[in-house]
Structure formats: C-alpha cells, structure tokens
C-alpha cells in the first residue's frame, strides 16, 4: 500500500512540474511581438529629369509590444541598397511611424521602379510577419516639363438638391473665376436621382463608368477623386495639382462648320514615353434648358459631345516627338443651345492609373484646320 501511496505522490509531482510555465534558458528570450508594416511609399507618381527625389512612407505596429528601432532600406532599379535605421523610437500598438529617409537620388528621364522595405526590427532581424514588410513603387520622369493646366471633370445633376448647394456655395463661380488659367472644366449632367437631367448623354455615362462614380455631386481633378464641401480644400487640391509639372506641351484648334460639324486639330509634345489616351470634349459654357428640380437655372460647362466618342484615341507617345491628331463629328442631335456659346476641352489621360498628363482649352481658328 506504501508503496502505491509513493507512486501515485510521484506521478502527481511530475504531472505537477510537466505543466508549469517554464522560464527561458539563460542568454535566450520570447519572440517579439511586433508586426512593422509598411503602409505607404511616398515619391512623385511624375517627377522631372533632375529632380531630387526624397523617399517618404507610414509604418504601423499591428501587434502588442513597441518598436523602438529599425532599419529602413531603398533600393532604385536593383541598383544600391540605402539603409538607414532609425533608433529612439516608441510606436506602440496600432501606433503610426511617418519616416523620411535621410539619402535622397536624383530623377533621371524615364520609368523606374524603387523597392523600399523594413530589414530590421528591435535590433532582431525580420519581424514575425515579413509578407508586409516591402513595397515596389512604379514612377515615370519627364525630360522636360510645361505648366500644368488642371482638369476638373464633375458629375452633376440638376434634379440633385446637394448638387445645387456644391455649385452654389462651394465649387462655385467665384472660386473658379479667382482660378481662372489654372484650369478647364467639363460637366457630365448624369440621369439621377429621379429622372436625371434632361442633358444627360450615354458619352457622360461612359466617362461615369471610367471612374466609378456611384453619386453626385462627384469631382474629379486631373483623374484624382477631390469632391470636397469646403472652398479651401477645394483651393488646396488645386493649388497642389497645379504644382505638378505637365508633362505634355499641348496645343488644339477647332472650327464648327455650317452643317454642324467640330473639326479639332491637336498638337502635342510628350515628355515623357508610354501608350495613353487622347479625349476631346465639347461643352456649352451656359445652359438653361436642363433647369429641373433642384432650384439651378443656369449649368456650366455642361458636356455636349465627346469627339470621336468616349472612349477618346489611343496616342503611342514618344519622349520629345511631337505627334498630330484630327478628330471630327458631328453635332446634330446633341442638346446644345447655341452654337455660339461653345468650348472645346482637350486632355490626355494615363488609362493605367487614371492621371491626366495635361489638358488645354482649344483656340477657335478655322484657319489651323488643315484636314
């Protein structure tokens, strides 16, 4: 029996140590918890040959204890490595780290790629989910650069009450005529809420389409979503997008004929090199006909026709060869009120991620129209 009562004491005592928490070897220690992701890259989507090019970015701590260090690394066109680690930190859970790495490079003309990552973490290596570690961003640098002229591209209604207040009290004829220069304008009068405005056209539909757009009022500044209820940040937006170099010199001419068809001729030298999309839009500077619902009796800049169509030309560019395009349509059937009253909007377009490289206002001249 004595013997049974010491076997059992035994194996309780065993059972006892095999699940108490056992402390660490000397010299070893647990597994950081830390997630350091990468959150963003911040360079110029364009920049100009020349330019000194600084790398920016976010990381976040996804996980429980503090990054205190790490090293940041970047890399252009798998050339040098630049490390730079930065100490003294304190970024805790869910905590943001805004980094600027102290080596910079210099733009030259062409498309690039910089790879940028984060190579150590706490002095330990990689952290315990590298898979967010690392970021490759694609940027193109122009040869040369002209001033930009902003495209505003704007979805409206006039059957659309927060569309009258938008164009009433924000983005509105005194902002744009404090602005004017700096931009050109092309309104697409969409058919909602309700029966939509009467000057809807299936070619605003398709631009509607191109961008997303599942509401209005909705703007666009050169191809970037910038609907905003405040006249400063509308300022704002404009003054950054107008201090971004234009990297196509672009010039347009156009006639109106007597049986109602747009002749346009345009004239554009690229900076830069890549296959991107030529638009052309006719708009009425005033119309009143389309007056609904929401109180506006008089629209702006409202779309008329897209020439050819709305799906624009396709331009194989080439960094410093000056290409030519004559585009024509007819205008019959469209819902313009006076011929007289007309203005011809000309941009390009990178499809690939919706920038618009340059727009211009085209210059009323028969005498250009060389067809």
């Excluded at 299936?202 to 757009?213: F, I, L, N, P, S």
Aim: aromatic letters at 10%; glycine letters at 8%; hydrophobic letters at 35%.
């Amino acid at each position: 029996m004595k013997k049974l009562f010491y076997f059992l004491s035994i194996v309780l005592i065993l059972s006892t140590i095999s699940c108490k928490k056992t402390d660490p070897e000397p010299g070893t220690d647990e597994p950081e918890e830390v997630d350091a992701a990468l959150m963003s890259v911040e360079i110029p989507l364009i920049a100009v040959d020349g330019d000194i090019i600084t790398v920016k970015g976010k990381i976040q701590n996804f996980k429980s204890d503090p990054i205190t260090s790490l090293e940041i690394k970047w890399q252009l066109d798998n050339g040098q490595e630049h490390a730079h680690t930065f100490t003294g930190l304190n970024i805790g859970k869910l905590g943001v780290f805004e980094f600027t790495h102290p080596e910079t490079f210099t733009a030259t003309a062409g498309q690039h790629t910089l790879k940028v990552w984060i190579s150590d973490v706490n002095g330990n290596g990689d952290d315990m989910f590298p898979s967010n570690n690392a970021q490759n961003k694609t940027f193109t640098v122009a040869s040369a650069s002209v001033q930009r002229k902003v495209l505003y591209e704007q979805f409206t209604s006039s059957t659309c009450g927060p569309c009258a207040n938008f164009n009433t009290n924000y983005f509105n004829t005194g902002f744009l005529q404090s602005n004017t220069g700096k931009y050109t304008l092309i309104k697409y009068q969409m058919n909602w809420p309700g029966s939509g405005d009467p000057y809807y056209t299936a070619e605003g539909g398709t631009r509607r389409a191109y961008y997303g757009v599942n509401g209005v009022p909705t703007l666009f500044i050169d191809g970037e979503e910038g609907t905003h209820f405040s006249t400063s940040e509308l300022q704002n937006d404009l003054d950054r997008h107008h201090a971004v170099p234009g990297v196509v010199n672009l010039q347009a001419y156009y006639t109106v004929t007597s049986s109602n068809e747009v002749k346009v001729k345009v004239i554009g030298t690229p900076y830069i090199s890549g296959q991107f999309t030529l638009h052309i839009a006719v708009v009425e500077k005033t119309t009143t006909g389309n007056a609904s619902s929401n109180g506006e009796t008089e629209f702006h800049n409202v779309m008329m026709k897209m020439v050819p169509d709305a799906n624009g030309t396709s331009i194989n560019a080439t960094d410093g060869t000056t290409f030519t395009e004559r585009k024509e349509a007819s205008l019959n059937g469209t819902n313009i009120e006076e011929y007289s009253d007309l203005q011809v909007v000309v941009f390009i377009q990178d499809d690939t991620n919706k920038m618009v490289l340059q727009s211009t206002i085209a210059v009323e001249d028969a005498g250009q129209i060389d067809f």
